[in-house]
């Protein structure tokens, strides 16, 4: 996996109709949800998301703190 890559497709929604969303390729979005996943993937409520929802979902890095916004607009610490 490119993790830089990846990292910096998780700080946008997938499709610019979204805010903080960007187009991005079939391949992008593969790439973006198996990091966010990978991401997300000891924290119990967000293991059973669907891809839907996670293409609504933001994944950021803000000083030394990881963050995920969620399809509301919610964000967390984790």
Known sequence: ???ERARKLA?????EKHHMGIPMT????KLRREYMR??????????????????NMRIYKRGN?????DQDFYEYNF
């Open 11 to 15: 700080r946008h929604r997938v499709g």
């Open 65 to 69: 703190d990881w963050y995920i916004e």
């Open 1 to 3: 996996m490119d993790e």
């Open 38 to 55: 990978n991401m997300i993937r000891r924290v119990p409520a967000w293991q059973e998301v669907k891809d839907e929802q996670l293409d």
């Open 26 to 29: 079939d391949e992008e979005i």
